[in-house]
């Protein structure tokens, strides 16, 4: 199991994210079942059900072209959701470089 699945609260809400093993993006999975590359369109569980989301997800990461599939903690704001971990903030709004080098999707979902 991955280590990063350790830190979440019992009573908690946690998203899955990913990365896309083509291009390395981030992705989170979402309502439907299709992996997103904003959390705000990601699918929230509660903390009590994630176990099982993840291992679906896990034995389908193969079939999905994924890697690095784990559970995020989060908590709902009047903004979104937004990861408790610093490192998952990071990786919930994008790169940290210069606006120049962000993905075009990216900037155009920013503005």
């Known amino acids: 199991m991955d280590r990063r699945n350790n830190r979440r609260d019992a009573e908690g809400s946690s998203v899955i994210t990913a990365n896309r093993l083509l291009d390395g993006r981030i992705v989170w999975l979402g309502e439907d079942g299709t992996w997103e590359p904003l959390i705000r369109n990601a ?31 989060v ?10 971990t610093s490192r998952e903030r990071i990786r919930a709004v994008g790169p940290s470089v210069h606006p120049e080098f962000t993905p075009e999707w990216q900037a155009v979902e920013a503005a």
């Open 75 to 84: 908590t709902r704001s009047p903004s979104g959701i937004v990861p408790v």
């Open 43 to 73: 699918r929230i569980y509660s903390n009590a059900d994630i176990e099982n989301a993840l291992k679906v997800q896990a034995d389908r990461a193969q079939q999905d072209e994924l890697v690095g599939v784990y559970g995020v903690q």
